[in-house]
């Protein structure tokens, strides 16, 4: 059977996109840095889907914890034919003029150092076995900017160039790599807001409606599936019409 990886897959988009992966037939490895979530997401996979699924504690400010994981999932899976990065430290309110030295490592270390090792650790494993694909969660952010989230940004940017070289650096070996560009996503961090909250949200993007997690998960199979077979170093836009717009989009009027 093939196998998927993907950091970050408890709740939210991660496990939409594990759902999709396990509902295509693919075995399923998630990871949290909380073992006991990672484990009881694992369980509900299998159980919906009847494939194997384990879960596992990963540390991504650690490359002894990336390489561990990874080392266990080579051992328990005999293979890797998909991973995706979907973790990442968020960023909010992280401007350039309050950022710490310390925020600056953590959310550095985390987006940008530890999702390096982890893509590197798959590609060692695809290597092997004579191909695979890298798909990793990107973000808008890249491209353009709101305040407060600049390490973020810095990060997201950084992403997106590894991903053209491992296209460049790791095509020989049959290993595609491609990011996966999301807009807003309906998480739960969504839980509890008013309706004008929503709608002042929503008036902001051209179709007026934020991705769920389903959306996300689509785009993922597709570059880290078959179906895409000749696509690497790409950037795949998933986000109503953000980076089309100069923000503040105005419904209805073009002026």
Known sequence: MPTVFITGA????????AERFAGEGFDVAISSRNRENAEAAAAKIRKKYKVTAKGYAMDLLSVESIQGVFAHIKDDFGRLDTFVANSADLGI????????EDQYDDLMNTNVKGNYFACREAAMIMKEQGGGSIVIIGSVHCKSCVGGRS???ISKGALST???????????YNIR???????????????GISEEEEARRRANWPLGLESDGEDIANGAFYLGSSLSKTVTGTD??????ILASL???KRGDSK
């Not at 590894?162 to 020989?172: C, I, K």
């Not at 790599?177 to 839980?191: E, F």
């Not at 795949?236 to 019409?241: N, Q």
Request: aromatic share 8%; proline share 2%; net charge negative.
């Open 10 to 17: 408890t709740k939210n988009t991660g496990f939409a996109i």
């Open 93 to 100: 309110g992280i401007d350039i003029l309050t950022a710490t």
């Open 151 to 153: 390490l973020y940004s």
């Open 162 to 172: 590894l991903v053209r070289s491992m296209a460049v650096e790791l095509g020989m």
């Open 177 to 191: 790599a491609n990011c996966l560009l999301a807009g807003a996503i309906r998480t739960d961090r969504w839980d």
């Open 236 to 241: 795949l836009v998933i986000d109503s019409g």
């Open 247 to 249: 923000l503040p989009y």
